[in-house]
């Protein structure tokens, strides 16, 4: 005997196609991709990866996720100029990097990553800029993002000249 499906259950497949991108992130959400899908995003849009390597037991990531990851400002802007990871560097899921398969956990080792949080940002060839260890205050973090972001890493702008520009900048 053959029963119909229900029509909830054919609702929810004809809105399948239609749901946001990974990227998006509903309102108040970051949008995070796992390893994979980003280093996937990056390719795409040539877009800085900005990679949240954490642990579950970790009070200090839990602290980013509440008091930086949390901020309007800081979401907005990550959404505009970066592709967003999470890894969690005690898992053991696939992740693909450099022609070879790691688990997270191995992909974290080989970024030399020793404490959590850490920060890294990648160039979208996945090509290593910077690791940024420990919970960093919003607006450091915040101006990190527009350092990386906006790209005066890449035009040899030093860190201190670029700090000390934007601090003392007036703010629009």
């Known amino acids: 005997m053959k029963i119909a499906p229900a029509p909830l259950a054919i609702a929810a497949l004809l ?17 995070w991709l796992n ?3 980003g280093m996937s995003e990056a390719a795409i849009t040539h877009r800085p990866i900005l990679v949240d390597v ?7 990531c839990k602290r980013m996720d509440r008091d930086v990851y949390a901020r309007d400002d ?14 969690n560097a005690e898992a053991l899921d696939e992740a693909r990097f450099e022609d070879r398969n790691y688990t997270s956990r191995a992909l974290a080792q080989r970024f030399h990553v020793s404490g959590y949080p850490t920060t890294l940002f990648l160039k979208s060839s996945g090509e290593h800029i910077v ?8 607006d450091r973090f915040k101006l990190m993002l527009r350092y990386i972001g906006e790209d005066h890493v890449g035009r040899g702008e030093k860190w201190a000249d670029f700090e ?3 601090t003392s900048a007036p703010r629009p």
């Open 15 to 31: 809105c399948l196609p239609f749901a946001p991108p990974a990227m998006a992130g509903a309102a108040g959400e970051v949008g």
């Open 35 to 37: 390893w994979n899908q």
């Open 54 to 60: 954490y642990t579950d037991w970790c009070g200090w």
């Open 74 to 87: 800081v979401r907005e802007y990550l959404r505009g100029h970066f592709i967003v990871v999470r890894l």
């Open 131 to 138: 690791s940024v260890p420990g919970y960093v205050p919003a």
């Open 164 to 166: 000390k520009g934007a």
